[in-house]
Structures are given as C-alpha cells and as structure tokens.
C-alpha cells in the first residue's frame, strides 16, 4: 500500500501542468488581489483617456453674437434664436427686442455666445468648432479611432513578442504622450495628428493586463471578482472624467490632469510578474518558473524544489517540441488549422457586432435634454452593478449562456426602445434617459462576457495578437456607428432596430462557439484546436445542472493534489 502511495505521488509530480503548479505557488492570494488592485488603478485613468475625446468635444447650447445681446440671459437669446431653422448658426442683421422679432443677416457666424455646461470650456467653444466648423472635432475623433486600429494591433503583436508588461507600459506612454500634446494643439492637422497617437493607446493600454490576469488566476477569480473590479473601476474613471472636467473649467488642464498619471504604469515593470504561460511558449520555461517563485513569494508559501523540477518535466515533455513552433507562432497559423480559423472567423464576428453597438450607445450621453455631465454620471452607475451581475452570472451560468441572453435581451430592449422613441411625439426626459441608461447596463454585460469568453478560446501563444486582431476589427466596424445613427434621419426607429438586430445576430454565433467555464485554457494551437471537440451548440444547457459544483471540483483536485505532494 505504501508503494502504491509512492508511485502515485511519483505520477502526480511527473504530470505538475501550469495549473497544478500555479495552486502551489497560490492563484487566488496576495500576488493575485495586487493584480486586481493594479488593474483597477490602471482601469480609472483608461477610462479617463479612452472617454476624453467626447468630454473635451462638449458642444453646449450656443447662439451666433450680437452685440444686442450682450447682457441678456440666456433664456432670452434663446427665445430670439428658436424663431429659426437653424438658431445655433444663424446670424441676426437686427433684434427688436421689445417685440422679440429679428432679421437674418446673409453673413456666416464667426463669434458665439456660449451657455457653459458647469462652467466647462471645450475645445470646440475655445476654437469655435461648432456649425460649418464641427466637422473639425469629427475629423480629429476618426483619427483617434484610426489610431486606436493601429495601435491595437502593434501592442497586440509586441505583446507577444516582448511581452505583455512592455507592451502594456508602452501603449500607456503614448496614451499619455498624445493626450499631453494635444493641449498645446490649435489646428486641424496636429489636433489630428495628436488624437492619432494618443489613439494608439486605446483598448490596448488596459487588455493586455486583462489577459496577463487571465493567466495568473483562479478560474472562480475570473469571474465576480475581475468583473466587479472591471466595472466598480472603471465606472470611477468614467465618473472623475466628467467632475474632474467640471472643476478644472478647462479642455487643456482636463488633459493634462488625466495624463499624467498614466506615466506611473511604468511602476508596473518592477511590481507585476510577466506572464509565465507566455514565456513557456516563448520556450523560456527558466524565465516562467522564475515569475512563479517569485508570485510563490509574493504569496508566502513554500514550493519545493522538487515540485519545480516536474513542472519543467512536464513543460519540456509536453510544450519543448511545440514550443520551437510556437514561440514563432504567427497569427495565420491559426487558420490553418480547421477548428481554430472557425472560431476565429466567429471571434472576428462577434467584436464587429458588438463594439459598434457599445460605442454607439456608451457614448450617447447628448442632446439628450441633460447636461452630457450628469449623463455620463449617470452611465458610470450603471458599470459596477452590470459588472457585478456578469460575473455573477458568468459565475452561475457560464460565459457562453451570459453573453447569449444578454446579447438577445439587450437587442430586443433596442427594438423596443426605437419604436416608443419613434411613436411618442411629446417624449419625457426621464423616459428618455431611462432607456438609454437600461441600454447601457445592457450593452455592458454583453461586451464584457463576450469579450471574455473570446479571449479565454484564443491560445496563450498568440493571446495578444488574437485579442487585438478582434478589437481592431471591431473599431474598424465602429465607423458604421455615425451612418446608422443617420439614418434614423430618414426612418426613426431604424438605428434603434439595427443595433437590435445586430445583436440577435451576435447571439447567435457566440452559440456557436464552445464553453470555457471551468476549463483549462489553452496554451498552444494544438490545444486550442482540440479545445471544445464534440461540444455541440446547446451542450452548455445540458451541462447546467452538472456543472453547478464544477468549479469547486476542479480547485478541489488541484488543491487535493497540493495536499499530496
């Protein structure tokens, strides 16, 4: 009995894999919640940099000058001006203000009388790009979108090459680099110029530390505990965007105080451990243990010397041959592959679908018939609840069955809400902002569980390349966002019923791509070619009732094991 005692904890150490030794080294301790504690500071001032194109573009209510005008208020211009087509550009020849009548002048406006939102002065009211001039502010948000695509896909691709730390601190510093030089921007050109480097930080400058806290915790960590932290953190960064605007008064002090911190991620190199499972199949399995002594330490528990020495038994058994190959592993190899170019396609297809319906309604926070501050506000309490409940429900259900339903409510809400939008003629704000607000804790939801359960299908090898392949396809579909916004021109409901059938749409390939709840996910092609085989589109429904306690099954084996070595 006691040789069998000894020969199975022969076996068990001869097959130590990344998860069993992670256990060891802890994936649910200290090292884990400073992961989480790092990425929620990292979160705010995201926020912050990826919503300043909208805060430092506020057009608030503004008339063309007449002198006239000078020291009446605001509800009187406004009287005068709403005689018009076009009160905000039209320029008066003379105003009698006893009988509230007026002639137009046959002269373009070129000075405006502003009614500031709290107080706050935008680039648009400082270089007067309203009216003929507004294009100005579009052209340079394109290019930040622009530079959002680009930059998605170098840092996606730096972070598999250098890895994810570098990649991360980098993107941060262009972030900052391009919010910080855009202050002292007065045209066209280097206002665009700006935007497009400060663009190539978005998305990237925060899924690269999403995917490192992939890497390193527990599959119970993944989900309330990183959502909530997603949305609690994020929510705040929204939240200061809008009230750290409103108490400097200023676009170019807003800047300049929003990035500025983004200079302190350089911390990061010196505080966050590189990814271990990337530096496997970067084939440095020396580097990967040295991290996980590191987190070991971190964490205050002892690893032998002996469970390290079958974690590399194991690595140079099972990923030595493969790693020669995966460590070049290029993007394309993905489709080379019969399973793996499927769910590519589906991944690509799901972020086309659903970022330009995030950013067309996360960023619907005007001409709403509040203050686009208050609004943003607004849409920042809705982050920590929704990121609260994805969890929860990733937690309960799976990501596939949280994504699924919450793509299918959230489409049939949009249809809805265009139809009572289009039918009510006289509709009330709180109506209106209702809407918008449920729409946004749904969107939320769906992007984050979507997102997740894409990221988790995608090999470790190529993670970040995969990652920002997706994200650069879906901002590349965002630039249908304004022409389905403007065809609500012609038909009311129809921006409101194509964002709901895009999301039906959504629903429906993400069933087609397999659970990873409770799963091991996959480091190499091989592995993630075989991942899900045999899943069949509905098995996650099946598996409901069996999967309740799978989770704490699969920790339990893993600790168990622990326990026997």
């Keep these: 009995m006691c040789t069998d005692q000894n020969n199975l904890e022969r076996s068990s150490r001869a097959n130590m894999d990344f998860d069993e030794i992670l256990v060891k080294c802890g994936n649910s301790h200290r090292y884990q919640y400073l992961l989480l504690a790092l990425y929620g500071f990292l979160l705010v001032f995201v926020s912050m940099h990826y919503f300043s194109q909208n805060v430092i573009s506020f ?40 009988a509230g009548n007026a002639t137009i002048s046959v002269d373009r406006c070129d000075r405006w009388i502003y009614n500031y939102d709290f107080g706050f002065r935008s680039m648009n009211t400082e270089l007067n790009w309203v009216c ?3 294009y100005k502010a579009r052209v340079g948000q394109s290019f930040f979108f622009a530079g ?35 202050i002292f921007t007065g045209s066209l050109t280097a206002f665009s110029l700006t ?43 929204l939240f200061g965007a809008s009230w750290l605007a409103v108490w400097v008064g200023s676009w170019r002090l807003f800047l300049a105080c929003s990035s500025l911190p983004l200079l302190l991620v350089t911390l990061f190199y010196f505080l966050v451990q590189e990814s271990a499972q990337w530096l496997i199949t970067r084939n440095d399995i020396d580097g990967a243990i040295r991290r996980l002594q590191r987190v070991a330490k971190i964490n205050r528990r002892v690893v032998s010397d002996d469970d390290f020495k079958s974690f590399r038994s194991y690595c140079e058994r099972n990923y ?30 799901i972020f086309m679908i659903v970022v330009p319906c995030y950013n067309t309604i996360a960023r619907s926070v005007e001409g709403l018939g509040i203050s686009p501050f208050i609004m943003f506000s607004l849409n920042a309490l809705m982050l920590p609840p929704s990121g609260y409940l994805q969890g929860l429900l990733q937690d309960v259900s799976g990501r596939k069955l ?94 409101a019923i194509i964002l709901g059938l ?20 996959p480091m190499t092609l091989a592995e993630g070619e075989s991942f899900g085989l045999g899943e069949r589109m509905f098995d996650f429904l099946l598996q409901l009732r069996k999967d309740k306690d799978s989770e704490a099954e699969l920790e339990t084996e893993l600790n168990e094991k622990d326990i026997q070595q």
Excluded at 61 to 89: D, T, V
Excluded at 196 to 221: H, K, Q, R, T, W
Excluded at 445 to 464: F, H, K, M, N, Y
Excluded at 503 to 515: D, I, K, M, S, T
């Design 59 to 98: 057009v608030p209510n503004h008339w063309c000058y007449h002198e006239q005008l000078e020291n009446r208020s605001f509800s009187q211009i406004e009287a005068i001006y709403n005689q018009f087509e076009k009160p905000s550009c039209t320029r008066l020849e003379t105003i009698d203000l006893e």
């Design 132 to 134: 003929d001039q507004a």
């Design 148 to 182: 959002s695509m680009c930059g998605t896909l170098i840092f996606g691709l730096l972070g598999d090459k250098i890895g994810r730390i570098k990649a991360l601190i980098l993107a941060n510093l262009c972030g900052f680099l391009g919010d910080f030089s855009t």
């Design 195 to 237: 935007r497009f480097i400060s663009g190539l930080a978005a998305d990237a400058n925060s899924y690269l530390m999403y995917i490192l806290i992939l890497e390193y915790v527990s599959p119970s960590m993944r989900n309330v505990a990183l959502n909530t932290v997603l949305g609690m953190f994020y929510s705040l960064g």
């Design 320 to 349: 030595r041959k493969d790693t020669v190959g995966e460590s070049q592993a290029k993007l394309t190899d993905m489709l080379k592959m019969p399973r793996m170019r499927s769910s590519a396609i589906k991944i690509l297809l």
């Design 402 to 495: 949280t994504a699924v339903s919450w793509m299918a409510i959230t489409g049939i809400f949009a249809v809805a809400a265009g139809l009572i939008l289009s039918l009510s003629h006289n509709l009330n704000v709180l109506l209106l902002v209702g809407l918008t607000l449920a729409a946004r804790f749904g969107v939320s939801i769906a992007d984050g569980a979507s997102s997740q359960l894409c990221a988790e299908l995608i090999p470790t090898c190529v993670r970040g390349r995969g990652v920002a392949a997706a994200h650069v396809a879906g901002f590349a579909a965002s630039f249908l966002s304004p022409y389905i916004i403007h065809l609500g021109t012609y038909f009311k409901p129809a921006p």
């Design 502 to 521: 895009l999301f039906v749409a959504g629903a429906f390939v993400c069933l087609l791509l397999p659970e990873t709840r409770n799963k091991k996910l």
